[in-house]
């Protein structure tokens, strides 16, 4: 296991001038207290970080980092503070932060219909403010970075694509938006298949009223083009196959050339229910990881949400081809979708990071809550408790999984020389520490994200004194609401105004409980 947050280095001589003599701004914090596994209380007191530019030039204790002291524009105490690197929130969906508590707890398959009712009114500015509100909340609670997998009700839409990297280009996290792609529901089918008739609803005439998938191919390659490494590399994007039962094998090859040709990552959802893996073995005859990794889809680079409903041999396959499973633990439990062998994951080596998953089924962006309930929710009577996941490794995921999910795993995860500067500092005062005894429990088990401070992404300050200090946040949610009030935007409300949506949920829960309850595939 890496350490979170230190690498110790003090830099003097031909290097530290080599770095210095460029005109990149340089930022200090002073005196902090950096997260270290290998030390005795678990910190490191009284330690400097440098930044130049974007990225960390040296740590150190105090007072040793050989620099010219001309070259620095900014000083911040890190006096009674925690440094650790910044959270990755590999899995969420901006546009659900307008979404939060609209619908009661239902299966994946269920709640996803009310999504789609067409009474919501959605624009590009709405999109924008959408993306901000996740950002704001994910950056006040210690997340630096999110990989957004971007559904939206028009499907690759470029207008909405575009306002949401304008939000995060705003706001100063780093962002990586795969932005959804389909073109099937095998699920549908499946019904069809046993005779059930779905009649005319936004999600079930979804294909037809969006562009042709050739259209939409074009689409997202130009938003690549377009916005792929934009401010320094802060801005990235990747390829987002909605998943496996959503994209057909044209579809998936597509995907993966457009991945090759950018050099980027690929991002889907894959076997996240019961239902989903017996339909997957239905119409593809054979399990969901099997077929992706038939397809080429497994490889560094590709990070795949929740995959909960796996096969005998799955976990190896996710091993050894170096993909990333992003673990969603409260929405696998909001909408009942199962639970993730996270043990066992990490004890066949598979590389783990953690999401919150959209506002629509969590209902929040803040990390912390995904910490202390993966802390929490795999600690089974009938699992050794020595397998039960430390505080340790759950941090890791947090920080290096999340990297790797970005493919950035040799620039985040740590604060050390040569990393990108994506860091928080944290009240080591405030309620969840006092009294301090091991911070790694503290941050799992403790933080909610209130004690964050200060926040740093790509060396800016983006956070201070618990405050964004990039927009007007009052000025954004005094926008929303007077949006909200204005154009009737209540989704819970327009389930009973759209017609079929009832009918269609009837449909889809009868399909559902004959395949699993009669073991029908």
Known sequence: MHSIGYLQQSVHGDHCANEITNSQPQLLIRGCNLLSPHAQTRLLYNQDILVAG??????????????????????????GLIAMAGLVNAHTHSLENMLKATSPSL????????LFVDTVKWSPRFVYLSALLGAIEMLKTGTTAVLDHLWTVAGVDPEYLNATMQAYNDVGIRAAVAPAIEDQDLV?????????????????????????????????EQFIATWHNADDGRLRCLVGPSGIHWCSPALLQSCLELSERYQTGIHLHAVETELQAAIIHEMLGQGGIAYLDKMGVLKRGTSLAHAIW????????????????VHNPISNLRLGSGRFPLAEAFNHGVSVALGSDGSAS???QNMFGVLKLTGLVHNQPDKDYKKWPHPDEILDAATHGGARA????????????????????????????????????????CENGGSVNTVVVNGKVVVEQGLVTTVDEQEIHQEIRHYCATHGF????????????????????????????NGDV
Request: glycine share 6%; charged share 20%.
């Open 54 to 79: 974007t990225r960390i030039q040296a740590v150190g204790p105090s007072g040793t980092l050989d620099c010219n002291p001309f070259r620095i524009e900014r000083i911040i105490s890190g006096e």
């Open 188 to 220: 549908l089918e499946a019904g069809i298949r046993r005779g059930l008739a779905f009649p005319s609803h936004p999600f079930i005439d979804r294909f037809a009223h969006w562009p042709a998938i050739d259209a939409q191919v074009r689409a997202l």
């Open 310 to 325: 796996l096969d005998q041999g799955d976990l190896e396959l996710l091993a050894g081809s170096a993909t990333t499973v």
């Open 362 to 364: 969590n209902d929040t």
């Open 107 to 114: 299966p994946l398959e269920l709640w996803l219909v009310p």
């Open 406 to 445: 970005l493919d950035m795993a040799a620039e985040l995860g740590d604060i050390a020389p040569g990393k990108l500067a994506d860091f928080v500092l944290l009240d080591m005062n405030a309620a969840p520490f006092l009294p301090l005894r091991d911070p790694y429990l503290h941050l799992v088990y």
């Open 490 to 517: 209540n989704p819970a409300e327009s389930i009973d105004i759209t017609p079929n949506t009832n009918e269609v949920l009837t449909l889809l829960d009868r399909l559902r409980r004959h395949i699993l309850e």
